[in-house]
């Protein structure tokens, strides 16, 4: 089994940067895939960005520009760098991994257990 845990979330003003971290431990030769979604109040969960073991990234157009992906794979981490964050961005934020190396990372193998955004307008 892998296990991810989250860390970063937090409150921020509009227009605010946060960075949030996912560590991955077990199993955790069998992860290639990972990234992070995302699910606000009454809304379905979203992708938000993918990154796979080669570094191949992937990510919503709704956060392209803004958001950046990327992996320690030494670390078993993945980072989510938020930049120029919306009060639409706030969510409860969860960590994914997958053993499938795709860059769409459809139905994860592990998700983490959320770690909350909160922006401010």
């Known amino acids: 089994q892998v296990q991810l845990v989250e860390s970063g979330g937090g409150l921020v003003q509009a227009g605010g940067s946060l960075r949030l971290s996912c560590v991955a431990s077990?199993?955790?030769?069998?992860?290639?895939?990972m990234g992070w979604y995302r699910q606000a109040p009454g809304k379905q969960r979203e992708l938000v960005a993918v990154?796979?073991?080669?570094?191949?990234?992937n990510y919503a157009d709704s956060v392209k520009g803004r958001f950046t992906i990327s992996r320690d794979n030494a670390k078993n981490a993945v980072y989510l760098q938020m930049n120029s964050l919306k009060p639409e961005d706030t969510a409860v934020y969860y960590c994914?991994?997958?053993?499938?190396?795709?860059?769409?990372?459809?139905?994860?193998?592990?998700w983490g257990q959320g770690t909350q955004v909160t922006v401010s307008s």
């Open positions: 077990g199993r955790t030769f069998s992860i290639n895939a």
């Open positions: 994914a991994a997958d053993r499938a190396n795709s860059r769409r990372l459809l139905n994860p193998d592990y």
């Open positions: 990154i796979t073991s080669s570094g191949s990234t």
